[in-house]
């Protein structure tokens, strides 16, 4: 499925179903990711899932996962559990997302045991790199953009597509957005942040990852060039790498995708869905 570039961000204020609801702002949309204060409380935890990180500035993030439930609930609590705390409902807007089927190498999607310990050993560096951004106390995530190349070309996969790899040897959903580009093509960062991971990857191949505070992180992946080392500072205008066709890739093309940690666990965000 087939999307022209589109500039019509879906970020604003969202307010919630209950009337004194603290007002948050971002995409209340399956995939999107929502940012608040806390105001008068110190706690918030999302129901059914884990306590949410809060900052001594009462800042919180919340990523909504592609099948976040369409009725967000937040507790808010002044002292922590069991203290005062009240419950709050945010509506997700619900998506339904395509199926491709997907003909690559067959060692791309039947790993050797060589392979299978290079796939773990390359997403163990990339746990370890969230792990450590899930403590950077920047807000850049806050003022994302649509990066250059998205102007100038087309979206060739959309955020949460469903994938039939070699006919049902392995499927997965894709946690990113794929921009058909010609290699060599620049490819700038969505943002302000710092450089976490730039290494080529197994499946991903040349793939930076940029922290841009709370957890939050863009990755740029299946690139021909890197061209920016792990702890540089990076902003909207750095060219963190070019457009290549590395990794598990059917052509050249760039693969951006988003994410946030909570707690332990990585939530796949679609980065049109950032874009202030
Ligand atoms: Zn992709």
Redesign the pocket.
């Known amino acids: 499925m087939i999307f022209g570039a589109c500039n019509t961000s879906l970020y604003a204020s969202v307010r919630g179903v209950e009337p004194d609801a603290p007002v948050l702002s971002g995409a209340a949309r399956q995939g999107g990711m929502l940012h608040g204060q806390t105001g008068q409380y110190r706690y918030v935890y999302k129901i059914g899932d884990e306590k949410i990180r809060v900052s001594h500035d009462k800042i919180f993030v919340v990523g909504l996962g592609r099948d976040e439930p369409a009725e967000l609930k937040l507790l808010f609590c002044k002292f922590g559990l069991p203290g005062r705390c009240d419950t709050f409902t945010y509506a997700i807007e619900q998506r339904t997302y395509p199926t491709q089927n997907l003909t690559v190498a067959d060692a791309m999607v039947r790993y050797a045991p060589e392979i299978q310990k290079r796939v773990d050993s390359d997403a163990a560096a990339v746990s370890a790199a969230r792990r450590k951004a899930a403590d950077d106390n920047a807000t850049h995530f806050m003022d994302l953009s649509l990066s250059d190349i998205l102007a100038r070309h087309r979206i060739s996969?959309v955020f949460g597509a469903a994938r039939n790899y070699n006919n049902g040897a392995r499927f997965s959903s894709?946690n990113?957005?794929?921009i058909a580009a010609p290699t060599g093509t620049q490819v700038h960062s969505i943002g302000r942040g710092t450089v976490i991971y730039a290494d080529d990857n197994y499946l991903s191949g040349n793939m930076v990852i940029v922290s841009h505070g709370r957890g939050v992180t863009s990755v740029y992946?299946h690139m021909d060039k890197i061209m920016v080392a792990v702890g540089d500072t990076v902003d909207n205008k750095t060219v963190v790498g070019m457009v290549g066709n590395t990794g598990r890739s059917t052509g050249p093309h760039l693969?951006l995708g988003a994410s946030i940690m909570h707690g332990g666990r990585v939530i796949q965000l679609d980065p049109l869905l950032l874009m202030n």
């Open positions: 996969t894709h990113g957005i794929d992946a693969h």
